[in-house]
């Protein structure tokens, strides 16, 4: 018996530099990807724009929209804040796809 022959050859992984990582996000479906954003709230669906080029412009087209004002206090902020989340919903229910 040869040495070494018993053991099954695995499938070369594919090799990435030590600094690289493989992007799994990509690889993920349309459908769950839909899923997961239906799942956060608005602000944080449109956050998830920056993962990837896939999700740049993913979020508008989510059909639940979950706007919680106290997601844009600021405790330290005492002016803005009604502002700035009513500029959001405006951007948001212009950009949205949504029904």
């Known amino acids: 018996m040869e040495f070494g022959s018993a053991a099954p050859k695995e499938k070369p992984h594919k090799k990435h530099k030590a600094n690289e990582v493989e992007d799994l996000t990509n690889k993920l479906p349309e459908l769950l990807i839909s899923h997961i954003l239906s799942l956060l709230p608005t602000k944080d ?3 998830t724009s920056v993962l990837s080029r896939r999700w740049t412009y993913r979020w508008i087209s989510i059909t639940k929209l979950d706007l919680d004002d106290c997601l844009f206090y600021i405790p330290k902020r005492k002016t803005g804040g009604i502002q700035h989340f009513k500029n959001f919903v405006n951007r948001t229910l212009l950009l949205t ?3």
């Open 45 to 47: 669906a449109v956050h």
């Open 97 to 99: 796809k949504g029904s």
